[in-house]
């Protein structure tokens, strides 16, 4: 049984870079047998894909947030990285980390959550 | 980009009663990728159905999933107390994953 738990700064200033970390127990960030992604949902909104990882190296990124995001996966910590540069208000949302089995390519259902970090753009 | 839209916005039941709630998408969905998630105010969602039809571990039978194609439908039999909550539907079957806007189950 996974267990994902998200950590990092809850304020950010516009114009910066947001940074996350996800730290995964009870599996390994190196097995085949899952994706590593990142979601996020704005106050009282719905939900929206950012992207994810393989153990390959592959990343898949959301075309509307591609030319701002990196993931990364560092396997000497078990864990997977966000990065969202030039960041603005519209930003701000509750970011959860996220897992499941690849069912296509290296995207799939979510059977893994983090319990989400809210990050808040402002100066 | 596939656009998942579902209905109604919100679905005011009594407990006991049953729940319909529709994901229609905008193009038809590979393989029925198609999943279902729960979420409470302050949590994060949770996995219901995934594959359009298939109950994840530990979910309650009352919970069902249907549909191909363009269509798909999130069915609880008898509501009990703690299925009032926001469902959203999800697909993968493109590697643009996308989700629908909610549907709210309120109790009536």
């Known amino acids: 049984q996974l267990q994902l738990q998200e950590s990092g700064p809850g304020l950010v200033k516009p114009s910066e870079t947001l940074s996350l970390t996800c730290t995964v127990s009870?599996?390994?960030?190196?097995?085949?047998?899952?994706?590593w992604g990142w979601i996020r949902q704005p106050p009282g909104k719905g939900l929206e894909w950012i992207g994810s990882?393989?153990?390959?190296?592959?990343?898949y990124y959301n075309p509307s947030l591609k030319s701002r995001v990196t993931i990364s996966v560092d396997t000497s910590k078990n864990q997977f990285s966000l990065k969202l540069s030039s960041v603005t208000a519209a930003d701000t949302a509750v970011y959860y980390c996220?897992?499941?089995?690849?069912?296509?390519?290296?995207?799939?259902?979510?059977?893994?959550w983090g319990q989400g970090t809210l990050v808040t753009v402002s100066s | 980009e596939i656009v998942l839209t579902q209905s109604p916005g919100t679905l005011s039941l009594s407990p006991g009663e049953r729940a319909t709630l529709s994901c229609r998408a905008s193009q038809s969905v590979s393989s029925s990728y198609l999943a279902w998630y729960q979420q409470k105010p302050g949590q994060a969602p949770r996995l219901l159905i995934y594959?359009?039809?298939s109950r994840a571990t530990g979910i309650p039978d009352r919970f069902s999933g249907s549909g191909s194609g363009t269509d798909f439908t999130l069915t609880i039999s008898r509501l009990e107390p703690e299925d009032f909550a926001v469902y959203y539907c999800?697909?993968?079957?493109?590697?643009?994953?996308?989700f629908g806007g909610g549907t709210k189950v309120e109790i009536k």
């Open positions: 999800q697909q993968y079957g493109s590697s643009r994953v996308t």
């Open positions: 990882i393989y153990y390959s190296g592959s990343t």
């Open positions: 009870g599996g390994s960030i190196s097995s085949s047998s899952y994706y």
């Open positions: 996220a897992s499941g089995p690849p069912r296509f390519m290296i995207v799939g259902n979510i059977d893994y």
């Open positions: 594959g359009a039809s």
